[in-house]
């Protein structure tokens, strides 16, 4: 992995800027990611657009990926040993809008976490993003309203299932706010 140009940020929105250096996310298998993806784009077509389904793992990186970034964090991944992600029908709640899909173990996430944000690219900041639940979703850019009649068309028809986790990667967004793969972090022992 070799540090890249960050993209030009001058056409995106206020909140996009926190991303210009990418995340580590989990990507599911193409058999678990294109049902979602069909939902992502049925029901939230921006979303969709920026991203395909994953679980987020960590905070925005605070500075661009280098090499000796990309070794610090296999270094630190060795530590975590791959799992099985299971994830169930799409939840919503009348408090605050979006549709995901739970996943689970949220303990094995949480440990990815705490491990990941050890790396030197995330020193100085705490995102507050990174106490949500780990989930994969669905549809973010809505109404609450919105959120509560997909999640009822969907509670009965929606993929469920499990896939093994022995990988992440850092995606990074180009001028137009799409997130693209630049790197593969294997867990533990799965090189």
Same mark, same amino acid.
């Given at each position: ?6 993209? *030009?940020?001058? @056409? ?5 800027? /926190? ?5 580590? #996310? ?10 979602? *993806? +069909? =939902?992502?784009?049925?029901? /939230? ?6 991203? @395909? +389904?994953?679980?987020?793992?960590? /905070? ?14 296999? %270094? =630190? ?32 996430? !949480?440990? #990815? ?9 995330? *020193? ?7 106490? #949500? ?5 669905? +549809?973010?850019?809505?109404?609450? %309203? !919105?959120?509560?009649?997909?999640? +009822?068309? =969907?509670?009965? @028809? ?7 986790? *022995? ?6 967004? !180009? ?17």
């Amino acid at each position: 992995m070799r540090e890249r140009e960050v993209a *030009d940020t001058s @056409s995106w929105e206020p909140w996009q800027h /926190d991303y210009r250096f990418g995340v580590v #996310l989990v990507m599911p298998p193409p058999h678990v990611a294109s049902p979602i *993806d +069909a =939902l992502r784009q049925a029901y /939230d077509q921006k979303s969709h657009a920026i991203c @395909s +389904a994953h679980i987020s793992v960590s /905070d925005p990186l605070r500075r661009q990926m280098s090499d000796d970034a990309q070794k610090e964090i296999q %270094e =630190l991944l060795r530590a975590v040993e791959p799992f099985e992600v299971h994830y169930d029908r799409p939840i919503a709640s009348a408090g605050r809008p979006g549709v995901a899909c739970p996943v689970s173990p949220q303990q094995r996430f !949480d440990e #990815l976490k705490c491990v990941i944000h050890q790396a030197s690219v995330f *020193d100085g900041f705490s995102y507050r993003r990174r106490a #949500l639940p780990a989930h994969m979703t669905i +549809a973010e850019f809505l109404t609450i %309203e !919105d959120s509560l009649r997909i999640c +009822a068309d =969907l509670i009965d @028809s929606a993929p469920r299932g499990s896939f093994w986790c *022995d990988r992440l990667e850092h995606v990074v967004p !180009d001028a137009t706010f799409r997130f693209q793969r630049r790197g593969t972090f294997l867990l533990g022992t799965s090189r």
